[in-house]
């Protein structure tokens, strides 16, 4: 009869994790205050900022794909995804949302092309690679006009993201473009949902996404007040927020750091954010060290590309100094002509959708 050993690998584990969690409780009876406070502060966050300017995008990114119209926009930039990043056109929509939507907009998207069989796992895996980023509602909204007091800094900030995004797909297509180059048979054609029924199943699906990223902000803004009251030394605590939480890294950032150093925030995105895309990154199978590496790359890439841009652009000269948070819904300029925009894509595709069925 063999004997078990004493202390295995998964004991220790256990071990381990039921130690963690155990510290956990007994800081969360002894700082009961601090934490809920922490999480109300994340809620806020949330009414505040995120829900008004991911929430929209996420709901007309998913009629975009419900209503087949992602054809109208891969007609428009064929060289980029075609020659550069390899990748099929219908991955423009899912690069251009993500650019605009926000950080879960283009994994959702991704993972949704997937499904009805438009792209490979492959391909899908290496889009969100670099298919992450904030919308310029948060970066010029919340962030620029908001924390730094400049909309222009937020400009900055959002195109730095979005310069050091396009380099980490083609860092990506360098490293991985071997593996999804082979040509993708025709994509099916996926029969449009009626529009009512297209509304109700994005508005669901958005909500249900939306309520899931809000969740993971005020427990790690709870995890931050924790982290602040058990000892963190206050210079410490931006930089684990920086690695914790994108929106209070943002806001604990802005007062005490160059603007490159918030573009490698906002381009990381945080912990939080990777859980939050968790679901569909266990989806596509795609490996969370993987994700996690090329998160990184992403940040120093809009690093790189942020000291670039101050170099030719003139910031003003209080553009680094905290001003109190305001609402984004208050500063959505920008937000308000992305959804025109998206509006008047729907529109469109829709009568060519509806002639096309016609001719058929």
């Known amino acids: 009869m063999k004997q078990q050993t004493a202390f295995s690998l998964e004991s220790v584990s256990f071990l381990i994790q039921a130690l963690c969690f155990g510290a956990l ?60 990043l390899r990748l099929p056109d219908v991955c423009n929509a899912v690069f251009v949302f993500s650019m605009i939507g926000g950080y879960p907009v283009g994994a959702s998207m991704a993972t949704d092309l997937w499904k009805d ?64 180059d082979a040509a993708t048979a025709e994509p099916p054609q996926v029969q449009p949902l009626p529009v009512a029924e297209s509304v109700d199943r994005a508005v669901r699906e958005s909500v249900q996404t939306m309520v899931l990223i809000c969740g993971f902000v005020a427990l790690f803004g709870g995890l931050l007040a924790l982290l602040q009251a058990s000892g963190l030394p206050q210079q410490m605590l931006p930089f684990a927020a920086a690695v914790l939480e994108v929106t209070n890294a943002c806001r604990l950032l802005s007062p005490l750091m160059p603007l490159p150093v918030l573009a490698l925030a906002v381009a990381w995105g945080g912990v939080c954010t990777h859980c939050q895309l968790s679901p569909f990154l266990g989806a596509l199978e795609l490996p969370f060290w993987k994700f996690s590496l090329f998160r990184a790359v992403h940040a120093g890439c809009s690093f790189l590309c942020c000291r670039a841009l101050l170099a030719v652009v003139r910031l003003p000269a209080g553009a680094m100094m905290q001003s109190p948070v305001r609402p984004a819904v208050q500063h959505s300029y920008l ?7 998206m509006c008047a894509l729907l529109l469109v595709g829709s009568r060519c959708s509806i002639r096309l069925g016609r001719t058929k």
């Open 25 to 84: 409780a007994v800081l969360l009876l002894l700082f009961p205050k601090q934490v809920s406070l922490g999480v109300t502060q994340g809620l806020q966050l949330c009414f505040s900022s995120l829900i008004g300017s991911i929430l929209p995008f996420l709901v007309v990114s998913k009629l975009f794909l419900l209503r087949g119209l992602q054809r109208v926009l891969t007609r428009r930039s064929l060289f980029f995804m075609r020659r550069v």
């Open 117 to 180: 069989g438009s792209i490979t796992r492959k391909q899908a895996q290496r889009l969100l690679l670099f298919c992450v980023g904030p919308g310029p509602s948060f970066a010029v909204s919340a962030v620029g006009a908001g924390m730094l007091g400049s909309a222009k800094a937020g400009a900055v900030l959002y195109a730095s993201v979005v310069a050091g995004a396009v380099l980490t797909g083609i860092i990506a297509r360098l490293c991985f473009g071997k593996q999804t």
């Open 335 to 341: 937000l308000s002509f992305c959804m025109c925009m």
